[in-house]
């Protein structure tokens, strides 16, 4: 039987599944589960020498594994993380095609999970075995499909009512970085690479004085004022109250600007400093209230949609399963098999 998998890459943890797909209605996926598995890592903020290789080597050679003992049934194989990346597809001395991913980055970091370059890890164990049916999808897109469909699913507002091909999800992650991805009509939406939305320049409030931490971009790059370590995050993850006030008056910025560009349906929030502090998703949604509608008139049209289905936190199990349905939904592609999503 044909089979979809799908690899998940965190930054302190890789994420294998294997699902069925059941039927797929209105371009809505709908898979089961066959079987999955997790391994965990201790993150790294730098390279820190042959040790931490030699635990991702044997992480990544579980996985492949992992995905070995389904090989010959599985039809499509997506991959998510964070970026910046690119595909790339090479041709051996022999005439074999292997898939990797590049970096797509002027920092003199290397693009790195775990303190170790990605893309060796991938090139090295699925870029000859999943060559040709292999597609990359950006973190946060994966996690807007993976709501997209559980929203869908549950028929939540405003999910229950109309064409699922007019509905948009928009996910925004904040951890260590900050990153925004887009599920219109169930469909990943990508662009050119892949949405950068964490580099917005979306105007600092009156009262932050802070130096935007990006090395890349100017003093009010999003990035740089409402990361971790822009915020500085202790090393747990928990914020103060001060900093979740800083973090709300950013997301409501950025909601504004996605909402303005998008209308979307839904907004999610996520990443590690979200679902560590949960408590800050009503400070998030005070601020964006604030934004949207100034005294008895508002500009946008979207007072009755700054609710909990509008604004709300993502499932950290979303990526996860998003990752699951690209490849559901990839499959069906013909043209080109490894691309970035």
Not at 84 to 95: L, M
Not at 160 to 185: E, Y
Request: proline fraction near 2%; charge should be neutral; charged fraction near 20%.
């Amino acid at each position: 039987m044909d089979l979809i998998a799908g690899l998940s890459i965190k930054r302190d943890s890789v994420w294998c599944l294997v699902g069925k797909e059941i039927k797929q209605m209105e371009r809505i996926p709908c898979v089961h589960v066959v079987d999955g598995i997790k391994f965990s890592f201790e993150p790294a903020r730098t390279r820190n020498g042959n040790s931490q290789s030699t635990m991702l080597d044997n992480i990544f050679s579980k996985a492949f594994s992992f995905f070995e003992n389904y090989q010959a049934s599985i039809s499509h194989l997506s991959i998510s993380t964070h970026g910046p990346y690119r595909k790339a597809v090479q041709t051996d001395s022999e005439g074999n095609a292997r898939a990797s991913i590049e970096k797509v980055t002027h920092e003199d970091t290397r693009f790195a999970v775990g303190g170790a370059d990605l893309g060796d890890y991938v090139t090295t164990y699925f870029g000859y075995a999943f060559s040709q049916k292999t597609s990359i999808v950006h973190d946060a897109s994966a996690v807007a499909l993976g709501e997209f469909v559980r929203r869908m699913q549950a028929k939540r507002v405003p999910f229950s009512d109309g064409d699922p091909r007019t509905k948009t999800v928009v996910a925004l992650l904040f951890g260590r970085g900050v990153g925004g991805g887009i599920c219109a009509g169930g469909q990943v939406w990508s662009g050119h690479l892949h949405s950068e939305m964490g580099h917005i320049s979306v105007g600092m409030p009156r009262n932050d004085s802070r130096i935007s931490t990006c090395q890349h971009h100017g003093h009010d790059c999003l990035h740089g004022l409402a990361s971790t370590d822009a915020l500085n995050v202790s090393s747990d993850g928990t914020m103060t109250r001060q900093q979740m006030y800083q973090l709300s008056q950013y997301v409501a910025r950025l909601a504004q600007t996605v909402t303005c560009v998008l209308s979307p349906s839904s907004i999610v929030i996520g990443g590690s400093l979200m679902w560590q502090n949960p408590e800050c998703l009503e400070l998030i949604r005070t601020s964006a209230k604030n934004l949207f509608i100034k005294g008895k008139a508002s500009y946008f049209a979207y007072d009755e949609l700054l609710n909990e289905d509008f604004l709300d936190l993502s499932d950290q199990s979303a990526q996860h399963f998003g990752t699951l349905y690209s490849a559901s939904t990839e499959a069906w592609r013909t043209q080109d098999r490894f691309y970035a999503v």
